[in-house]
């Protein structure tokens, strides 16, 4: 019952840009305690619609909500204050910022230390770090990067960069928790890793969708997939129903040279 | 800018010892080393405040004497008119220095780079005519003499040395710990990556306030700096190339926010026009010669260095 | 006095200086748009150098520096003025390609050396800079029309279609035109990026010089006086959108009635302050016009 009624649900999104249809009037339903892989080719509409589901594009059509509410109109960081969360494409780090710094704005929303002891030395300032950091390094050993904390972002390897995002992204205990192409740059035993704090997180209260390019992770770690193509879901289900679809084995063998 | 937490903790403590030796030095030095001086505080709490914006906004201001004319006729205009001394100007100054910041702000919320900085320079051309048209309240080209002492009975030309100390040492401060807090971290995030900042709670339009009303304040407490260290308050202090000159002095402290970096800037804003002031023409030039020395050097250093290093390695 | 005499008596005038002024100011805006446009990079030393050059023709016709004709003074401070933009854009070239604003920064430092040097050469007088403009003056339905307005109006027309001809019909114009479209792009079709930014920056500069003379006899020249002036050509390059050079034309001739009009009606002191809300309203009511960035969300 609770993985229905926490569902993060889309019905009908459509988004175009000047005339190019995007999505073609999408409906989906990620629950909680799944992890959902959302497939397809390169620009068959993933991104997309990652950035509706967190407010960053504005669909004209369709809506969204979560748990029975609805999102529509909300600003990404109010989005964000719902505990809807999500990592990118393209690692996004403060590269001024130690890694357990940047971890640490994962769960700043949940702090409201004031703009005294932003600049004094105050209790309240430095109390609110201690906890925001004790809470990053948390989540840091258990990706296995406690050794990493004080380095900054631009000293690690770009599959571990990758790593420290998704620890910003679980820091603050999200809701809804999505991941854009997590394993992308990853080595093997990096994304064993990955794999292993992905199921580790599948609660029965998250959402977490997954967009991958990486078959076997996907294949092995979701619970439903979503097969995405010019804007337009090609099949839905099961990893063990998706692989045998053939739409879905047409549209991978016919773009080997996107991969 | 990249200084790991135990940088920051040594750094803060490598800063004391520049401290201590200027809190000595009127002690050495003659009285009108120590007035310039005095001014050079203040000054590099200016290059400060620019530089503030550039490191936590990512943005350029050409038109800092609007803040700093804002906090030096606060104190000027409370000092000559009412008597009011610095416990309750500065204050103020403060005060108005950030709501003038955050007003700036918002009309400007979405202008980015050159965008603003454009802006900003409209900004600095407005503030001399401004000053000199109120001159009801500011003096008008006379200007405002201060002259209420901080500390009764201490020898003003100390207490103008020592406040300029004081308050450079106290913001210096502030902004080093500014740097660890949470408002500090995720407005460095929402420089670089504002989407990643959206995605985590923090509004652009906020980062961009926030950011200007601190910078705001902080150019306005260097104004009130300048107007007691200095003594005078006059629209001479706050044209148009007195704004691009802090910015100078931001550069060539290469934007940095530590106590020495920014006595540096402050260093070159105030000294160059007092050593070339024979010779005035060659101000602008050695000012525009330092300020493309810097960005050139800025730009070839990484390349020489990696360079040599190469021919060491081969050798 | 009626309505309609206010009107013929103050308005009209004021519309018609304005209009005069405003394509001056638009010279001006076209040459910094011009740069923008390819290089992304604003050229705050355009009012310095234009002041240096309209200060060269002085020296050089006068007899501070030679005594040459006044055509030839042109001519040399022309030349002059080309150098100089061939020199500014080689030391900040490598700049361009990795930060607009650091190379925006820069310029404001060539700007510095250009009125320093102005100072050095020239002093901080006044002096007092005559060109042989047509000196007869005329009514037209009560309209006061001099023979300067109409130099000013000939020659903006010309210098401006010239301009629009060379990008709409030469080699290089297209490249100009292709590379701010999409400099990636260009660059990838074989288009010289350099050669295409000289362009600008050699074309910007004549128009500086242009503007920077024929604004002289309107007042006197000082070392303040060029650069003054090419802020008025910031903000109507800001209202026009900073990267339409038809609409930094119609900026140019916005802001010289829009300013006319505030000095009579209003307050000439509050100049400047009248033109940061100009540029501060602009930039809010048509952000689009002025900022790319402002309609698609980058992720």
Redesign the interface.
């Known amino acids: 019952m609770d993985q229905v009624t926490n569902a993060l649900r889309g019905d009908g999104i459509a988004l175009s840009?000047g005339g190019i249809k995007v999505l073609k009037g999408l409906d989906v339903e990620f629950r909680a305690g799944e992890i959902t892989g959302l497939i397809g080719p390169n620009g068959a509409g993933k991104?997309s619609l990652f950035?509706c589901l967190?407010g960053?594009?504005r669909p004209q059509h369709g809506s969204i909500t979560y748990a029975g509410t609805s999102l529509d109109g909300l600003?990404?960081?109010a989005r964000?204050?719902k505990g809807i969360?999500?990592s990118?494409q393209h690692v996004?780090?403060?590269?001024?910022?130690?890694v357990r710094?940047?971890v640490?704005?994962?769960v700043?929303?949940n702090?409201s230390?004031g703009?005294a002891?932003?600049?004094?030395?105050l209790s309240a300032?430095r109390k609110?770090?201690q906890d925001?950091a004790a809470a990053a390094d948390r989540v840091l050993a258990d990706l296995g990067l406690a050794d990493s904390a004080?380095l900054?972002p631009s000293e690690l390897p770009p599959g571990t960069q990758r790593l420290v995002e998704i620890a910003?992204a679980i820091v603050?205990k999200p809701s809804v928790l999505l991941l854009d192409e997590p394993a992308a740059g990853l080595n093997n035993s990096e994304t064993r890793d990955l794999m292993k704090v992905l199921r580790k997180l599948a609660s029965t209260d998250l959402v977490l969708v997954v967009v991958e390019h990486d078959m076997d992770l996907v294949m092995s770690i979701c619970d439903r997939i979503y097969v995405l193509n010019f804007g337009e879901f090609v099949a839905v289900g099961t990893p063990e129903e998706v692989r045998g679809n053939e739409d879905v084995v047409r549209i991978y063998l016919g773009s080997d040279d996107d991969e | 800018m990249t200084q790991r937490l135990q940088d920051i903790a040594a750094s803060s403590i490598a800063s004391w010892i520049p401290v201590a030796i200027l809190a000595a030095l009127p002690f050495i030095v003659g009285g009108s080393w120590t007035f310039t001086l005095g001014l050079c505080f203040a000054n590099s709490i200016g290059v400060l405040a620019v530089s503030f914006l550039v490191r936590y906004g990512g943005e350029v201001s050409i038109g800092h004497t609007f803040f700093t004319a804002l906090g030096a006729y606060a104190v000027g205009v409370l000092d000559t008119r009412f008597g009011v001394s610095l416990w309750a100007s500065v204050p103020l100054a403060l005060l108005l220095g950030v709501s003038l910041g955050i007003a700036f702000a918002w009309p400007s919320r979405n202008l980015h780079g050159i965008y603003l900085a454009v802006t900003t320079l409209a900004l600095a051309l407005a503030v001399p005519e401004m000053i000199n048209n109120l001159d009801w309240i500011t003096g008008g080209y006379e200007g405002l003499y201060v002259s209420t002492p901080l500390v009764p009975g201490v020898e003003m030309g100390l207490q103008r040395y020592y406040l300029g100390l004081a308050m450079l040492v106290a913001v210096a401060a502030a902004v080093a710990r500014f740097r660890l807090s949470r408002q500090g971290m995720t407005l460095l995030l929402a420089k670089t990556h504002p989407a990643a900042a959206d995605a985590f709670g923090t509004r652009r339009v906020w980062a961009r306030i926030a950011v200007m009303g601190i910078s705001g304040g902080i150019g306005a407490l260097c104004g009130a700096t300048l107007a007691f260290s200095g003594s005078t308050v006059s629209p001479g202090g706050f044209t148009f190339w007195q704004a691009i000159f802090l910015l100078v002095g931001s550069v060539v402290s290469f934007y940095g926010l530590s106590l020495v970096r920014v006595l540096i800037g402050g260093a070159f804003v105030t000294l160059v026009p007092q050593l070339l002031s024979a010779s005035g023409a060659w101000i602008p030039v050695f000012y525009g010669l330092s300020l493309l020395g810097m960005i050139l050097l800025g730009h070839y250093l990484p390349r020489i260095q990696k360079t040599l290093a190469r021919r060491k390695g081969g050798a | 006095m009626t309505f309609w005499d206010t009107l013929l008596y103050d308005l009209f005038p004021l519309i018609w200086s304005g209009m005069i002024t405003g394509c001056l100011y638009a010279l001006g805006a076209l040459g910094l748009v011009m740069i923008f446009k390819c290089s992304k990079v604003v050229n705050f030393s355009h009012g310095n150098v234009a002041g240096l050059t309209a200060f060269l023709v002085y020296g050089l016709s006068s007899g501070v520096l030679l005594s040459l004709s006044w055509g030839a003074a042109v001519i040399v401070a022309l030349l002059c003025a080309v150098a100089i933009a061939f020199l500014i854009y080689a030391i900040i070239s490598p700049l361009v390609f990795e930060s607009d604003l650091t190379s925006t920064i820069a310029t404001l430092g060539f700007g510095l050396i250009a009125q320093g040097v102005t100072l050095l050469l020239f002093g901080a007088d006044i002096v007092a800079l005559d060109l042989p403009i047509p000196r007869f003056a005329f009514s037209v339905f009560g309209l006061l029309v001099t023979g300067y307005d109409l130099t000013v109006l000939a020659v903006a027309v010309v210098t401006i279609g010239a301009l629009f001809i060379v990008i709409d019909y030469t080699k290089l114009g297209i490249a100009f035109r292709a590379i701010s479209e999409n400099p990636f792009a260009a660059e990838v079709c074989g288009l010289n990026l350099r050669s295409v930014h000289l362009f600008a920056w050699v074309t910007a500069a004549i128009l500086g010089v242009i503007g920077a003379l024929l604004i002289v006899p309107t007042t006197f020249l000082s070392v303040t006086t060029v650069a003054t002036f090419m802020l008025q050509a910031f903000a109507a390059a800001v209202i026009g959108g900073f990267a339409s050079l038809p609409g930094s034309l119609v900026g140019g001739i916005l802001i010289g009635v829009l300013m006319n009009l505030f000095t009579f009606y209003v307050s000439p002191e509050f100049s400047s302050t009248f033109l940061l809300g100009i540029i501060l309203l602009a930039l809010n009511i048509f952000p689009n016009g002025v900022l790319q960035r402002v309609g698609g969300s980058r992720v």
Not at chain 1, 92 to 98: K, N, Q, T, V, Y
């Open positions: 840009f991104t950035n967190t960053a594009y600003p990404p960081a964000a204050g969360v999500r990118f996004a780090l403060c590269p001024d910022l130690s710094e940047n640490m704005i994962g700043a929303r702090y230390a703009w002891s932003a600049f004094l030395p300032g609110e770090r925001m004080d900054l910003r603050g």
